[in-house]
Every structure is written in structure tokens, then in C-alpha cells.
């Protein structure tokens, strides 16, 4: 079975700690990307890959880090500096070109302890 | 920048009643425009895309959408509705490099 997967489900954040959160696809898609969604305000970009080993920042790159070191994957970081990080994280990837659908994952809600 | 507008936050509708959540899009040329469908919790699924061609775009689970240059619009609608579209709907469009999407319009069905 093709898809995408997120994991953790949840994930709970300490003051000052990073956490990660890993997005894995095995559709052989080139283009990932990672949208925070909060209520009331759609999806917003913060980075997007369309290849292996580039990534560029989207609307709300700051306090977050990615990599791409691997088609399949596509983890991203929330660091300390996110003063807000509550909400919910929804990874997405699509063969390449931008008319291309974006399939989603799941998601993971990022709650703050 | 292009952008997304979907006037209704929450719309209420009667199982088997008509559906029609609206979409205003800002773009100077032809947008490639999509609907998805999110329900709780979930991820988003593609209801339908629109990119040239057939102005009225035929989705899955019943929905369609119209594309109107001359009102800027993509409205997404379906004759019957069923209690399983109880959901939030999201209409987007290609800007650039990403996609924009609107706030969302949420849809409760009541019986």
C-alpha cells in the first residue's frame, strides 16, 4: 500500500526542548512539504523539498528545520525558538511538478507541556 | 500574492439537501484550483482539481466544482448530501512555488 505516514500521532513539548516529527513516503513522489494548521487559518507552508538534499523555506520557516537526505523522507524539527508551537502538522508530497495533487498524511498534533 | 477567499466558516445543511460552499480566488491568469475534503483529526483528501479544459470539474463521493473566470470563482457542490460529508472543506490554489489554501468552510450534517 502507496501512502504517507507521520509519526507520532501526538507529540508533547517541554520549555526549551526540540522535538522532531517524521513524515516517510513511499510513493517515489520528488516534492515534500510540511503545513501547520492551526483553526480557523487554513494550511500555511513552512518548508518544501523538491528534491533530495534542497529545501526551501515557506511562509512560516521560523523556529523550524528540515532535511532531505532521502526521497522517502522528510523529517521536521520544531525547535525551542517556536514561541507558539501548538497545532497540528500535516506533511504532504507530490510527483514534482506543482499541477501535481499533494497526498497527505495523517498528521501529528503538537502539544506544549 | 494570489489568495483564497471561502466566505462561510460554518455551514449547516440537512441530510439529502443540496450543498454549495463557495471559493474566491485573486490570480491574474488561469489558476490551477483544487477542493479538499479533511475529516477530524485526519489528513486532507482530493476532492477534485481544476487546471484547463471543462469548466464544470466532476469529483469523487458525488461533489463537482465550477470554475467562473468571470467571477473569480470554484465553488464546490453536491445534490444530496449524506451524513458521512460532515467534514472541513478546503479550496487552494497553485501561487508561485506552493499552494494557498483558504480558511476552510466546516459542514455539519444534521439528520
Redesign the interface.
Known amino acids: 500500500d502507496g501512502g504517507i505516514t507521520q509519526s507520532p500521532k501526538y507529540l508533547f513539548r517541554k520549555e526549551g526542548q526540540n522535538v522532531t516529527l517524521s513524515c516517510e513516503q513511499n510513493l517515489n513522489h520528488d516534492a515534500m512539504y510540511w503545513y501547520r494548521q492551526d483553526p480557523g487559518q487554513g494550511l500555511r507552508l513552512i518548508y518544501y523539498s523538491q528534491i533530495v538534499n534542497d529545501f526551501q523555506k515557506g511562509d512560516i520557516a521560523e523556529g523550524y528545520s528540515v532535511s532531505r537526505e532521502k526521497k522517502e523522507s522528510f523529517p521536521l524539527t520544531v525547535t525551542s525558538a517556536q514561541k507558539n508551537p501548538t497545532a497540528f502538522y500535516l506533511c504532504a508530497s507530490s510527483k514534482g511538478h506543482l499541477q501535481e495533487t499533494q497526498y497527505f498524511g495523517p498528521g501529528t498534533r503538537l502539544l506544549v507541556l | 500574492a494570489q489568495s483564497v477567499t471561502q466566505p462561510d466558516?460554518h455551514i449547516t445543511v440537512s441530510e439529502g439537501a443540496s450543498l454549495e460552499l463557495r471559493c474566491n480566488y485573486s490570480y491574474g491568469a488561469t489558476p490551477?484550483l483544487?477542493w479538499?475534503v479533511q475529516s477530524p483529526?485526519?489528513?486532507?483528501?482530493?476532492l477534485l482539481?481544476y487546471?484547463s479544459g471543462d469548466t464544470l470539474v466532476q469529483g469523487i463521493k458525488g461533489f463537482e466544482a465550477e470554475f467562473k473566470r468571470s467571477q473569480s470563482s470554484f465553488n464546490l457542490r453536491k445534490p444530496s448530501v449524506h451524513w458521512s460529508d460532515a467534514a472541513e472543506y478546503?479550496c487552494a490554489v497553485?501561487n508561485d512555488?506552493?499552494?494557498s489554501?483558504?480558511?476552510?468552510t466546516t459542514v455539519t450534517v444534521r439528520a
Open positions: 466558516i490551477y483544487f479538499y483529526g485526519q489528513g486532507l483528501q482530493l482539481k487546471f478546503f497553485v512555488y506552493k499552494l489554501f483558504g480558511a476552510g
